[in-house]
Every structure is written in structure tokens, then in C-alpha cells.
């Protein structure tokens, strides 16, 4: 079955440098999550969007930004980079279609790592 | 706002036996899901189990169990006849039922060791 693809899977960069992280959904997924996930810490929630639209938003720099695009897929951000911005980035996706819990159970893809020096 | 607490920073089981893994949550919600995740060393984040909060059968997936006790707000993990392959972070995570806000609330997670 298809997963959720991340690209690039790992990513350097340097200080204020820009970085943009790609997500592609399980196909027919309508609703993508991004995580980020620091060195020896639990995943930490920045943003959602369903059809298009943000849905939710966390702990996300105004540094950063994403979208969803016509396709489902999205796209994360970064800007101005800085050293503690190295972390595991995580893209998930769900439906909201079904019923049960299958509704909006969140598959991961495999994160991309970005270090920052 | 909904927390959750792994307060196992790290554990140990000798090969074939059996473990578990505490976690307890707050939330004012009555219906909610909880879920096991397991990240190996790839960092792959690879689901465990599942609990929906209006089942009071606590859900078994092979060697996996949970004890599902909601009015205590607890969610353990039991592994049965642990494997060498069982060698991981554990994550715990909640999710709402609120429209809208389906993200997942992570714990700290418990890395699991398995000795030969």
C-alpha cells in the first residue's frame, strides 16, 4: 500500500539559510500534519491543513510557514534558519471520510532530517 | 488542554518476558482515542495499538495489550514474550475528537531496552 512520502529525506543547511520540506499524502487523503521531532524528544505538533485550508496550528514559528496544495500535497517553510531548527520533521496524513477509526487515523511518513549548522 | 505522561524515561526486559509501559493523560473530553507508537533507531514512527476512549475492551494486537482504565486516565502498554526486535522509543500519544483538532499530544516516551 502507498505510505506517505517525505522529500528530501535528509537536508543541510546553514544558518539563515531557507529550507523547504515536502510531503505527499496517501492518495485520496485530504488532510496533511506536520510534527517536528528534536533530538531525544517527543513530536511536537506546528500545523494541519484539511482540503486546502490550515485547520490547526501549534508551536510553529512565525519563521515558518506551510500550505496545502490542489493536490493534497504540502510544503513546509523555514526560514532564517537557526541551530536548534535541527530536528526530525514529520509529515502525516489522514482522511475524513469513513467512519470509525479509520476517520482521521494519522499515517506517518519516514520525517526528514534537517540539520542546521 | 489535553497532557500526557510517560513518567518511564527508560526500561528493561530480559528477552521472552514481559514489560509495560505506563502512561496517563489528562483531558476533560469523554471520547478520544490513545495510541502506541513505536521509533525504532530509523526514527520511523510505527504504530502499536490503538484504544477508542467508548471501548471498554482493552484492545490486543499479538504480543501487544493495553490496560485501558479511563476513569483513572491510564493507558499502559504490555509486551508479551519481548523480542530483540521490541528495541525502542515508546510514544504515547492522544488525539481529540474535536472537529478540527485531530493532531496528536505526544509523552516524553519510554526507550525500551531487551536484554539477551
Known amino acids: 500500500a502507498a505510505g506517505v512520502i517525505q522529500s528530501p529525506r535528509h537536508l543541510i543547511k546553514e544558518k539563515r539559510e531557507t529550507a523547504t520540506l515536502k510531503c505527499y499524502p496517501i492518495p485520496r487523503h485530504d488532510t496533511v500534519y506536520w510534527y517536528q521531532q528534536g533530538p531525544g524528544q517527543d513530536p511536537q505538533f506546528l500545523i494541519s491543513?484539511?482540503?486546502?485550508?490550515?485547520?490547526d496550528k501549534g508551536s510553529i514559528p512565525d519563521r515558518f510557514s506551510a500550505q496545502q496544495f490542489s493536490d493534497y500535497h504540502s510544503e513546509l517553510n523555514m526560514s532564517s534558519l537557526e541551530l536548534g531548527d535541527s530536528a526530525l520533521y514529520f509529515c502525516a496524513s489522514s482522511s475524513s471520510r469513513g467512519s470509525g477509526r479509520a476517520r482521521y487515523e494519522q499515517y506517518f511518513g519516514p520525517g526528514t532530517r534537517l540539520t542546521v549548522t | 488542554a489535553q497532557t500526557v505522561t510517560q513518567s518511564q524515561p527508560e526500561m528493561s526486559v530480559q528477552e521472552a518476558e514481559t514489560v509495560t509501559l505506563s502512561c496517563t493523560y489528562d483531558t476533560s473530553e469523554s471520547d478520544y482515542y490513545l495510541f502506541w507508537y513505536k521509533q525504532p533507531p530509523s526514527r520511523q514512527m510505527i504504530l502499536v495499538i490503538r484504544q477508542e476512549a467508548y471501548k471498554q475492551q482493552n484492545a490486543t494486537e499479538n504480543r501487544f495489550s493495553v490496560n485501558f482504565q479511563k476513569a483513572a486516565k491510564s493507558f499502559s502498554l504490555k509486551i508479551s514474550d519481548s523480542q530483540l526486535g521490541d528495541a525502542a522509543m515508546y510514544f504515547c500519544?492522544?488525539?481529540?475528537?474535536?472537529?478540527?483538532?485531530?493532531?496528536?499530544?505526544f509523552g516524553t516516551g519510554t526507550r525500551l531496552k531487551v536484554l539477551a
Open positions: 500519544a492522544y488525539r481529540s475528537p474535536t472537529s478540527g483538532t485531530y493532531k496528536y499530544i
Open positions: 491543513f484539511y482540503e486546502k485550508m490550515q485547520s
